[in-house]
């Protein structure tokens, strides 16, 4: 565990980092239905959803943005591109009630603004089954609920565009990633999408990554990638542990239900870039690779009652980074990371956040 001034000292610092993200921006649609409402349609004989309020929330690398902001990080600049349309909008509206400056964020007229639109139930789910529990709860933006009616997320309604970037939007977020690089902290970069080169993190980001990392080595570049990150030559990785067993594949003939397996494969990570690498093992923590060190497992913090596991990752990659540019080292900074997580797992049916005090409630909890 980080000792306390040790802790201090990063939140201290947070407000003065300006920290550089790359990736795929994301607008969360909540449709609130209409409690006990069943409507249906004369013409289609379907249900015809009776909506009483929407609610927006920045997702995928908004999700990163939420939790360094509600750390107190000081500006955030993200690189990336959506839709010149109404999606659009609400994603940047959303964004101005951040420490975020959208000058970078590049609107493209033949790109969609990815976006899940995601119907919401108050009751008894009608669907349930074998394979869907009446009392499954589903992460929504907005306070915790701690206690209540149960909410249900009905079939969503996913918007993106599947394609790949035009040469032209290509060649000028590589741009606008090395000026954002160069004049920032720290960079992060979110692989979020499982379609090769359809997103914003392309081969073409890739290799400007590769050579900035080449010529700045000592500037933190840190990549969650969801199915790409074995592709990634010269950064911080940190991934899940399927994540980590898909980047090495089958070179290290590794078994995936084996600790010791799950330690070769993220040095192996490790070594190849020749950085430190993370991989979160759920409430038993962090795992951290170093070049030149065995792995070790820095253990999470234990929390009572029910959780949602939703945003977890990012919640953790979020202490991670802070820590780190605040002057950490990787298993002070794999401590603060599990310190953040455990206070958003507790925050059941809303994507969590944690607060500077927050953090420190936990950290004292932690020494009882």
Same mark, same amino acid.
């Given at each position: 565990m980080i000792t306390l001034d040790r802790l201090e000292t990063v939140l201290r610092? @947070? &407000?003065r980092l300006t920290i550089g993200l790359v990736g $795929? @921006?994301? @607008? /969360?649609r909540y449709l609130d239905l209409v409690p006990g409402s069943l409507e249906m349609s004369i013409e289609t004989g379907l249900e015809a959803y009776q909506i009483e309020r929407i609610r927006n929330s920045p997702g995928a690398l908004g999700t990163v943005l939420n939790n360094l902001a509600a750390l107190g990080t000081g500006l955030l600049v &993200?690189? =990336?591109?959506? !839709? /010149? $349309? !109404?999606h659009g909008y609400d994603l940047l509206k959303e964004l101005r009630k951040l420490p975020v400056d959208p000058a970078n964020i590049l609107c493209a007229p033949d790109r969609l603004t990815p976006t899940y639109t995601k119907p919401m139930r108050v009751g008894p789910d009608r669907r349930a089954g074998p394979d869907l529990p009446v009392d499954a709860q589903t992460a929504a933006p907005g306070p915790a609920r701690q206690a209540g009616p149960t909410v249900h997320e009905l079939n969503r309604l996913d918007v993106r565009t599947r394609g790949p970037l035009s040469p032209g939007v290509t060649e000028e977020v590589c741009r606008r990633v090395e000026q954002v690089f160069r004049t920032s902290d720290g960079l992060i970069v979110l692989d979020q999408l499982v379609d090769e080169n359809c997103g914003v993190v392309n081969g073409a980001v890739r290799d400007t990554l590769a050579r900035l990392a080449a010529e700045e080595p000592e500037k933190l570049i840190y990549v969650d990638s969801r199915r790409f990150l074995g592709e990634f030559t010269a950064a911080t990785l940190k991934g899940n542990r399927s994540e980590v067993f898909g980047a090495v594949g089958n070179a290290l003939r590794v078994v995936p239900d084996a /600790? $010791? =397996?799950l330690s070769v494969a993220l040095d192996s990570l490790s070594r190849r870039t020749n950085r430190p690498a993370f991989c979160t093992v759920g409430e038993r923590g962090i795992l951290v690779a170093r070049p030149g060190h065995e792995p070790v497992l820095v253990p999470g913090c234990p929390v009572s009652g029910p959780v949602d596991i939703v945003g977890a990752g990012d919640a953790a990659s979020s202490g991670i980074v802070t820590a780190l540019l605040a002057g950490c /080292? +990787? @298993? +002070?900074?794999?401590s603060v990371g599990n310190l953040v997580a455990s206070i958003t797992v507790q925050q059941l049916g809303t994507t969590g956040t944690a607060s500077p005090q927050q953090v420190r409630e936990r950290w004292r909890e932690m020494q009882t």
């Open positions: 610092t @947070l &407000p $795929d @921006l994301f @607008l /969360d &993200p690189v =990336s591109v959506i !839709g /010149d $349309d !109404g /600790d $010791d =397996s /080292d +990787e @298993l +002070e900074a794999a």
